[in-house]
């Protein structure tokens, strides 16, 4: 395997093999350690991500209808959303302090505004050959927004909901990475601290798996379910 051989060649303790990193895994799977910083940092992303999901939705579907807002609101969003998820963190802590409402702001302030710039995309991008259409057809106000207008702007709205679970994890470990917090970012930061880099490299392949586990799991089946529906795909 090269990530072995190129692990032995470079005899350095910053390097560790593959079996290095698995052993660390178990070490830290049999004490428990990993499955409970697992569970913690699973439960403050979805705690997290639902919130900036429902907020960032909604203020998208705002941004979108309302013009006046797009034109004041729209434009602080966008500058928001500049800001690394990490500069959030000295904010929090200085409003909430140590607990978990502090990691759960970072959260949200990170995922949240990606949702709503994308959502507020989505919708003033459908086609206003569409719109046309289904006005001529008597759909209007809440009809037209229900059955036209969401249904056409949803895989403009799933791909930012992929996009914000994405920010919410990064900013999750920023977050935890910060101060003690029992979740992987803790993990993490023990590594660091103890000089165990198969501990912190054992902990980035957890984060990089489940990634691939939600993005399959989730998002995929959700993007396929649209464009078979849609007829894009068969």
Do not use: H
């Not at 178990?26 to 409970?36: D, E």
């Not at 959260?107 to 989505?122: F, N, P, Q, R, Y």
């Not at 909901?161 to 993490?188: D, I, Y």
Request: hydrophobic share 55%; glycine share 10%.
């Amino acid at each position: 395997m090269a990530w072995a051989a190129a692990s032995k060649f470079a005899n350095n303790f910053l390097f560790p093999g593959p079996l290095d990193v698995m052993k660390a895994l178990a070490r830290s799977a049999q004490n428990g350690v990993l499955f409970r910083a697992l569970g913690k940092t699973t439960m403050r992303l979805l705690l997290g991500y639902s919130a900036s999901l429902v907020g960032g939705v909604a203020l998208g579907l705002s941004l979108a209808r309302v013009r006046a807002l797009r034109d004041t609101l729209g434009v602080l969003v966008l500058g928001l959303q500049a800001i690394p998820s990490v500069c959030w963190m000295p904010v929090a802590l200085l409003a909430f302090g140590l607990n978990e409402r502090a990691i759960f702001s970072v959260v949200v302030l990170g995922s949240m505004l990606s949702v709503s710039i994308a959502t507020e995309s989505a919708v003033r991008n459908v086609q206003p050959l569409i719109l046309r259409a289904a006005a001529t057809m008597g759909a209007t106000g809440w009809t037209l927004w229900r059955r036209v207008m969401l249904p056409a702007a949803l895989p403009g709205i799933v791909s930012g909901a992929r996009l914000g679970w994405t920010f919410a994890w990064r900013s999750l470990m920023a977050a935890e990475l910060l101060f003690v917090s029992g979740g992987l970012g803790q993990v993490l930061e023990q590594g660091r601290e103890l000089y165990d880099m198969a501990q912190v490299l054992g902990v980035v392949l957890v984060i990089v798996a489940f990634g691939l586990l939600s993005e399959g799991l989730l998002f995929a089946r959700i993007e396929r379910t649209m464009r078979l529906r849609w007829g894009i795909e068969r």
